[in-house]
């Protein structure tokens, strides 16, 4: 994975999602704080890279291996 969903500060991918997010509710990063960007845009890039992968799920901000 790569581009929106790592933390341009720390290099992790972790996020910290409120519960039941909108699109516009901004992310940051659940091991630095940085802002990471908008809810709806970390999905559709995440859901940009992993298509068709079918290995990988994005469940309430956590990156599931299948």
């Known amino acids: 994975m790569d581009?929106?969903?790592?933390?341009?500060?720390?290099g992790t991918?972790?996020?910290?999602?409120p519960d039941n997010p909108k699109d516009s509710t901004p992310i940051h990063c659940s091991n630095c704080g940085?802002?990471?960007?908008e809810w709806g845009d970390l999905q559709e890039d995440f859901f940009r890279q992993a298509f068709?992968?079918?290995?990988?799920?994005?469940?309430?901000?956590n990156i599931i291996k299948k």
């Open 34 to 37: 940085a802002y990471l960007g």
């Open 52 to 61: 068709g992968a079918q290995a990988f799920d994005l469940n309430n901000g």
């Open 13 to 17: 991918i972790l996020m910290e999602i």
């Open 3 to 10: 581009d929106k969903l790592d933390c341009k500060a720390c």
